[in-house]
């Protein structure tokens, strides 16, 4: 959502860039994509499902198994209608998985906005849709949230949660607030860490050795390393991500484990959840 050309050359911004992106992740080896599309002329991001159409195609042409999330953020949109817009892809451009924050928050310069209607209709919207939210959490209270949708039936189990730590405003990057956070999901959850900035090589490093999933990624962070002596690329990441997974003697789950795992359709044209 941040990132620019300007603040690093190697964010991808336009279809192409991000398709390849992706593509070249997958053949390092990664089991879910989350993916914003941005407007061609500005560069900013966008919720047209028309620029999502171009993305998920151009990946499912070479990548029928992938596990795809778009992101239905809000940061730069308040209206349901345009935050939902990619969920009316279908067929095979239909995404597996959408993005649920599970309340709003302040980052340093800016604020995503996520009211109570507009959760609770995102969440419909997907529930009714057959497409699995990949629930955000920031802070302990948004998993309090998460068993609170789970109760009105807003969601079903099995939830996936991104687990995004050290954010000003939120649950700070340390061991405590992981366990706490991991200790208090719902039942039948799979999750994944990801850390803000210069957090981010520590956290993605405690969820491979707790035995969890790993966000990784320039969203998050483009430098790579703490000390901002040089820019990272996502393939960087990554490679140095299967470094450490390595060390640990684990391995990178495949997408088609994970469809099994978290009841997904198949892939190879069928997409969503079951």
């Not at 998920?56 to 596990?67: A, E, F, T």
């Not at 939210?133 to 948004?142: H, I, N, Q, R, T």
């Not at 609170?148 to 700070?172: R, V």
Request: net charge negative; aromatic share 6%.
């Amino acid at each position: 959502m941040i990132p620019t050309k300007e603040m690093s050359p190697h964010v991808p911004i336009s279809v192409g860039e991000i398709v390849d992106n992706v593509l070249e992740a997958a053949n390092i080896g990664i089991t879910i994509v989350h993916l914003h599309a941005r407007d061609p002329e500005t560069g900013l991001p966008t919720c047209r499902a028309a620029l999502y159409a171009d993305i998920i195609s151009g990946i499912r042409k070479y990548d029928k198994d992938l596990v795809i999330c778009v992101s239905l953020s809000g940061r730069s949109s308040s209206e349901f209608a345009e935050r939902a817009e990619p969920l009316t892809l279908d067929g095979d451009l239909k995404p597996d998985m959408g993005s649920l924050t599970l309340s709003s928050v302040n980052f340093n310069k800016q604020a995503s906005m996520n009211s109570p209607d507009m959760i609770h209709s995102l969440a419909r919207e997907m529930h009714d849709r057959n497409i699995m939210p990949e629930l955000e959490a920031f802070d302990v209270g948004m998993i309090n949230y998460a068993r609170y949708l789970e109760k009105k039936e807003l969601l079903t189990p099995p939830h996936y949660f991104n687990l995004i730590l050290g954010n000003i405003a939120c649950a700070q990057a340390d061991l405590l607030h992981a366990g706490i956070m991991i200790r208090d999901l719902p039942p039948d959850s799979f999750w994944s860490i990801g850390g803000i900035g210069d957090h981010q090589l520590m956290m993605n490093s405690v969820a491979v050795a707790a035995g969890g999933g790993v966000r990784v990624g320039l969203e998050d962070n483009i430098w790579f390393d703490p000390k901002r002596s040089r820019l990272a690329t996502n393939l960087e990441l990554i490679h140095r991500i299967h470094r450490i997974i390595e060390t640990n003697e684990r391995e990178v789950m495949k997408p088609q484990e994970l469809r099994r795992l978290m009841k997904l359709e198949g892939g190879q044209g069928s997409y969503g959840r079951k």
